[in-house]
């Protein structure tokens, strides 16, 4: 693919970049080389903080305020992307070099159609008048296969959905047909099955116009299908570089293999409960909406005592509705929700307060549902106080407990604010928090989906334990069905507000299936590189994708 | 948005309504009132009874009020105590300097300062951005009435421009622009700070938007960036602040009127008070109401035009 002779269309050596914070300038990136050549898809991997994407960026020759690059040299092309002028840098950006952001909904201007946005590039580097690029617009929407490509263009952003707008950003990006495009995490936001339709439709335009790429992501499945050559990041520095396939063969460093294995984390499913057990909490023919708009249709499952329901379904599907309304917070317009066979008022201010302590909950983002005033003592004692009128010392001593139970430290954290702790110990405070009611029911909502995959695996073994020393029951949503196969005794999957399927983890592992379920599972992507080609022959053909179950396989 | 816009207004008249109602009632509250204002302290208690019944203002509050309110519902304002003219007459010429002092103020002002806005968000933190913040904070934290003197001072001594802005019907409109163009330049200096750092914060408030890094990263330039890319984003607050800065403008101005002998509504309306005439203070107040109802609403129903998503449903 790449030829020796031929020069390097971006060699970036010994790059440094300093970032801002309290009044003293930190390094992020600590001297990083990279080499692309002309048609070649780098992946660029690691966790939140890696510094993936701060390179990405350099190599558009373009820091983020608050970040100045530093030290080392970029250039593409030949050309020193440090030492040349605004006008120069500006004149690549969005003609030779293009991005693709993280989040296109974030990212597309909402006052202008998507049409005009696609325009700006290729009119202000003058590189096709706007009749042209009109033309040429509609024929990258055709190819990125978006929905009505002749109109779609003239819609605003939020006329869209997440997986349209990131195919159309791919489709702006490629407007002026560069050389290089930086994808920027760019389906980390979607879900899985719309994240198929966006990977195959990026591989097939990079392939058609030998654009070469810089891929980042923090998942190594996508990265195995995208990329030629991978380079593992982390805390600034390159930990190793190799060939895709050799990488994902043979990863040389430990850092490397931990992060392959996390995929591997797994638990056995918990024998059954016996039939005549009454289940901690039962949702029965509910039905509940927003106003006149009905999410959820004659919904009904169980969880029972020292068990994990999971809940999975893509955005939309109904999963945080039927939490919402299991805590009260969404009254039902049919249907019942029983607690220990009993069946709860529907408003949660009409429950007792032992039954609103029976049932907590941990969310997603713990950055947001933690107090940022309060201190950790507080936020884990309130509820202490609140059910189970616990004052002073015995307060003090059943928050150290229960600190020591979470695995932090109780004299190190129990005095820190929310902004004093890493992502993965702001979650540990919101479970910790969770417990202090001493409830029978935890419903997790995506509790590990904004983690690194590490630190997310530290939290699911801690939930695990958790669960087997307090007899929890657990009502775990997500849209990952990588943690559905690790902590999951039962598989409820939801779509379009319906329960498609559900019953014990091994039987949805295993063919048959509903055809929803289906797409799900084999939705999911793989480190086998060939994984994605195989599945879009597969599908094309009709075979129906996953009939050997691929993601039974550990 | 029609739904929108004849809800506001229905509002609008509700406002209008208890604006009348407080306004007759403060008045009320006053000491005195026109019979004894017009007829000074020498007059005899019963010649001063003898006005007020002629006046109907013997009559219980309420009674007046009513008669009053129904003669407003049909598009009466009624006679002003003082001098037994209509309001309507009364009013007319006074409303119409008014609106064109503030309209004058206006079409200097609001272009200014949008433009002042955003060179600053543009040049944010440079020399240029601090001056213009230091100036126009400086205009809008002395007086209006200082103000007007230091334009007095530098502008009028010179003979450049007349102290004193008294228009005569059927002058052509050069001779007024400068007749008053004192006045409307202090007032622009009075409203201009607002409306410029409001239009340089909503628009710097926009530039850490993911969407205006996607833009720095296709290559467009810094003045297009905030142009296009943060102005049309950035217009709802700037909208609001120049609605309030415009009402401002018809319904705040009584000082520089005076200063600059002005005949504008603000001025009636003091003289109005001073003389206990409710009627025309009940007219002027509903006015000036009238114009914030609507200006706001105008506000409103821009600043929802400016917005794609609520314009353009799914």
Known sequence: ?554 | MLQMIAQRLALGVLTLFLISVLIFGAIELLPGDIAEEILGQSATPETVEAFRRELGLDRPAHLRYLDWLGGVAQGDLGHSLANRRPIADLIAGRLANTLFLALYAAVIAVPLSLALGILAALYRNSLYDRAVNVFTLSSISFPEFFVAYILIFFLAQSGLFPSIARVTPGADLADKLHRTFLPALTLTLVVTAHMMRMTRAAIINLLASPYIEMARLKGVGPARIVLRHALPNALAPIINVIALNLAYLITGVVVVEVVFVYPGLGQLMVDSVSKRDVTVVQAAALIFACAYVLLNLVADVLSTLSNPRLVHRR
């Open chain 1, 1 to 554: 693919m790449t030829t020796e002779a031929v020069a390097p269309l971006l060699v970036i050596r010994g790059l440094r970049i300093e970032g801002r914070a309290e009044e003293s300038w930190h390094e992020i990136v600590c001297g990083v080389d990279l080499t692309l050549h002309r048609g070649e898809v780098l992946g660029l991997i690691g966790e939140s903080g890696a510094g993936k994407s701060t390179v990405g960026l350099a190599a558009m020759g373009f820091a983020r305020d608050g970040c100045r690059i530093s030290g080392g040299s970029i250039e593409f092309d030949g050309i020193d992307l440090r030492a040349a002028s605004r006008s120069v840098r500006r004149g690549l950006r969005g003609k030779r070099i293009a991005y693709v952001a993280q989040s296109a909904a974030a990212s597309f201007n909402p006052a202008h159609r998507l049409l005009d946005q696609y325009c700006e590039a290729p009119l202000i580097h003058g590189v096709m008048g706007r009749a042209e690029a009109e033309h040429d617009a509609v024929d990258l929407y055709r190819r990125m296969q978006l929905p009505d490509p002749d109109e779609i263009g003239f819609r605003y952003p939020h006329q869209v959905s997440g997986g349209q707008l990131q195919r159309a950003m791919t489709a702006m990006a490629m407007a002026c047909r560069p050389d290089l495009i930086v994808f920027d995490e760019p389906t980390t936001a979607l879900d899985v099955t719309t994240q198929i339709e966006v990977l195959s439709a990026i591989r097939d335009i990079v392939d058609q116009f030998g654009t070469a790429a810089i891929y980042i992501t923090h998942d190594l499945a996508v990265v195995a299908q995208m990329a030629d050559r991978i380079k593992v990041l982390l805390r600034g520095e390159e930990v190793e570089e190799a060939d895709t396939r050799t990488m994902l063969a043979a990863p040389r460093e430990a850092y490397t293999k931990s992060l392959w294995a996390v995929r591997s984390y797994q638990r056995d499913e918990r024998p059954p409960p016996p039939d005549a057990e009454t289940p901690v909490v039962e949702m029965r023919g509910v039905t509940a909406g927003y106003g006149s708009l009905d999410v959820l249709h004659d919904v009904g499952f169980r969880v029972h005592r020292g068990r994990t329901v999971a809940v999975v379904g893509e955005s939309g599907s109904g999963k945080s509705t039927a939490a919402r309304v299991i805590t009260g917070l969404l009254p039902p317009s049919a249907g019942e929700v029983l607690l220990d066979g009993v069946a709860l008022p529907p408003d949660y201010r009409r429950r007792a307060r032992t039954q609103l302590r029976e049932i907590q909950m941990i969310y997603q983002m713990a950055d947001t549902a933690l107090n940022p005033k309060h201190r950790i003592r507080e936020i884990v004692g309130r509820p202490m106080a609140f059910y189970l009128g616990l004052r002073g010392r015995a307060l003090e001593a059943r928050v150290r407990d229960l600190l020591a139970l979470i695995e932090l430290e109780p004299d190190e954290f129990i005095d820190r604010l929310p902004s004093e702790l890493s992502g993965g110990q702001k979650q540990r405070i919101g479970i910790a928090r969770a417990l202090a009611a001493e409830p029978r029911l935890v419903i997790c909502d995506e509790v590990t989906s904004a983690l690194d995959q590490l630190v997310a695996e530290g939290i699911l073994r801690l939930l695990d334990r958790l669960q087997t020393e307090l007899d929890l029951a657990y009502m775990f949503i997500t849209h990952d069905l990588a943690t559905v196969r690790a902590i999951a005794d039962e598989v409820v999957v939801m779509k379009e507000g319906r329960v498609v399927e559900q019953g014990p983890k091994s039987a949805m592992f295993r063919p048959p299936h509903d055809p929803y379920t289906e797409l799900l599972l084999s939705s999911v992507p793989e480190m086998d590189p060939d994984w994605l080609d195989r599945l879009l022959s597969e599908r094309a053909s009709g075979v129906g994708g996953a009939t050997d179950a691929p993601a039974a396989r550990p």
